[in-house]
């Protein structure tokens, strides 16, 4: 696609699913945002992340534990920032109508989503058994990705429809 088509499909685009694809980027990037607060705390630039004052929610505890240095030798709250702003990069991808002419993005949107998802949750499980507490910011993020995930659907499932009348046909 022509660069200056992209733009003006981007910016000035109405479609549904465009909307619903401008949802999702902010939703990542809020939720990369959050990693970046984490991240932060984690090293050493803030002195507490603020918690909800009811519930399971110690998230000085479980970020500074174990559980959120243990991999690739850097703080977590980084990896969540980075994963999230690819996430949000995907849903950016390609013009106002892409699930019919790159039904390939939609449709790696979605996994990337249900992906991040299935993360987040595996994530929320470690903090409680290593910590029997929950990073408050992070089960934010958790939400946020939920509502992201469900938002990606609608233009998937009109990019496999375009798929499976590509291979019909």
């Not at 984490?38 to 002195?47: E, F, H, K």
């Not at 479980?62 to 709250?77: E, F, I, M, Q, T």
Request: net charge neutral.
């Amino acid at each position: 696609m022509q660069p200056a088509r992209l733009s003006r499909e981007l910016r000035l685009g109405t479609s549904p699913d465009l909307t619903r694809r401008r949802w999702v980027v902010g939703l990542n990037l809020a939720c990369a945002a959050i990693g970046g607060v984490v991240g932060a705390y984690q090293i050493g630039m803030l002195r507490h992340l603020p918690d909800p004052p009811v519930g399971p929610f110690d998230s000085d505890r479980v970020d500074a534990s174990n559980y959120g240095y243990k991999r690739l030798d850097v703080p977590d709250g980084f990896l969540m920032t980075l994963t999230y702003a690819g996430s949000a990069a995907l849903a950016a991808m390609g013009g106002e109508d892409r699930a019919e002419e790159q039904p390939h993005l939609p449709i790696a949107t979605s996994a990337k989503a249900v992906y991040d998802l299935a993360t987040a949750a595996k994530l929320a499980q470690e903090e409680w058994s290593e910590n029997r507490a929950l990073c408050a910011w992070c089960q934010a993020a958790t939400a946020l990705t939920a509502v992201a995930a469900a938002l990606t659907l609608p233009e998937t499932a009109r990019a496999a429809r375009s798929l499976a009348r590509q291979a019909g046909g």
